[in-house]
């Protein structure tokens, strides 16, 4: 048993300090996954846009936001920011698309190239050869997304395949009848934002404003009609909010959030280590073990480390060691009754076990609530918070405990003489 709980400390050991060097910007694997930090922490912009959904019917209006998103984080991948954040929001009656751009520098082209509508057209697809070499090109047409007027999941009625069903209006159907018809057996090309999304094979001239796209996997026709119906249906949106913070800004925060990481994990383990003398010596080792494991997690995840996020990773360095002060007075209690230390030590964590379980259980709870039911800043913190509790756990059970069975031994048994 002893044996087996040196090989697991080891393993333990050595994947901390794996996780170290991971954690570690300038370490050669830390280079192999740079951090994802919020724009609070290395600047940027963040955008919020109000949904014009007034002339959008109600059963399209979940399409229509969900292909909105799509369009703008693609426009927004242009720029070259690093892992953009796109999200829908609700507030009160109002749709709201929140962009964040985390190490922007031109806010003012992001603003401009994101704020125009989604426009979705037409393309006849001319093949040409020229010195053996055949090259592909794209002609305009008159056909465009004002004359659709929505698009559908649909399904074949004799091989229940997915297909996508479109519709056009009076006008627009003139155009597609026409444009069909020249294009027999030839692909039309669809664009949204002048990236091709769609070229499907014309069969026939079509006529009646109605025409379906197969050939199409279910997951690809959803992902379609998204497009279709953020290109198709008028529904602008309006920059009503802009928060820019600096780099500098964004650095000194970074920075005074690390300092104040290292000076709470200094002061527990001082703590600790004065409170519990030997047993603190091992409760420090094990939180040194758990803050490179949580970071490595936040990195590899990986996790946008935000202020708020920041915050619910230094609280959990002090919650980590609640679960060993639990244990240690258990210990001490049992230690009192005269029982060696080996026993104590197996009677500490079984009498503190619950009282660990129930405290942890309701900030897991009270994190779940947090992350499911708030916006994104409070998501950030208890997404940490979450992370940070289950692996304190982990390290407060299985870590301080196979370092106490280790290292902590029961004190030999003094001969007695008899007279």
Do not use: C
């Not at 660990?356 to 998501?379: E, G, P």
């Amino acid at each position: 048993m002893r044996r087996y709980s040196g090989f697991l400390l080891t393993l333990i050991i050595l994947a901390a300090i794996v996780a170290g060097f991971f954690v570690y910007p300038q370490s050669p694997i830390g280079k192999w996954r740079p951090w994802r930090l919020g724009l609070d922490l290395v600047g940027g912009a963040h955008l919020v846009y109000q949904v014009d959904l007034s002339q959008v019917a109600s059963d399209d209006q979940a399409s229509v936001l969900e292909g909105l998103r799509d369009v703008i984080e693609r426009r927004v991948n242009l720029f070259g920011v690093a892992e953009p954040q796109v999200y829908l929001a609700k507030t009160g009656d109002r749709s709201e698309l929140i962009v964040e751009l985390a190490g922007i520098k031109s806010v003012d082209e992001a603003v401009k190239q994101i704020g125009e509508t989604p426009f979705l057209d037409f393309r006849e697809v001319k093949e040409a050869i020229q010195n053996g070499t055949s090259t592909i090109a794209f002609i305009p047409t008159a056909l465009n997304g004002r004359y659709i007027t929505g698009a559908k999941l649909d399904f074949d009625q004799t091989t229940q395949k997915p297909q996508v069903a479109l519709s056009f209006t009076s006008e627009g159907s003139k155009i597609f009848e026409e444009l069909t018809g020249r294009n027999i057996g030839k692909p039309i090309a669809i664009f949204l934002d002048n990236e091709l999304i769609s070229w499907p094979t014309v069969q026939q001239k079509i006529s009646g404003g109605n025409a379906v796209i197969t050939g199409v996997t279910l997951e690809d026709a959803r992902e379609l009609i998204k497009r279709f119906n953020a290109g198709a249906l008028p529904a602008p949106i309006t920059l009503i909010d802009q928060l820019t913070i600096s780099p500098s800004l964004g650095a000194d925060s970074l920075n005074k959030g690390i300092v104040a990481g290292l000076v709470g994990t200094a002061l527990v383990m001082l703590f600790m280590i004065f409170y519990y003398r030997l047993l603190g010596v091992f409760a420090s080792l094990a939180l040194i073990i758990y803050i490179a494991f949580i970071l490595g997690i936040f990195k590899i995840v990986p996790i946008t480390l935000t202020l708020a996020g920041l915050a619910g990773f230094i609280l959990t360095i002090g919650m980590a060691v609640d679960a060993n002060i639990l244990i240690f007075e258990r210990v001490k209690e049992e230690l009192k009754k005269g029982l060696s230390r080996t026993s104590a030590i197996a009677e500490g964590f079984r009498r503190a076990w619950p009282s660990i379980r129930d405290s942890n259980t309701s900030t897991i709870i009270t994190a779940l609530v947090l992350y499911f039911f708030t916006s994104s800043f409070v998501q950030g913190f208890a997404l940490t918070l979450l992370i940070g509790v289950l692996i304190s756990m982990f390290s407060a059970i299985t870590t301080t405990r196979l370092f106490l069975m280790m290292f902590l031994k029961d004190k030999p048994q003094r001969p007695t003489t008899h007279n």
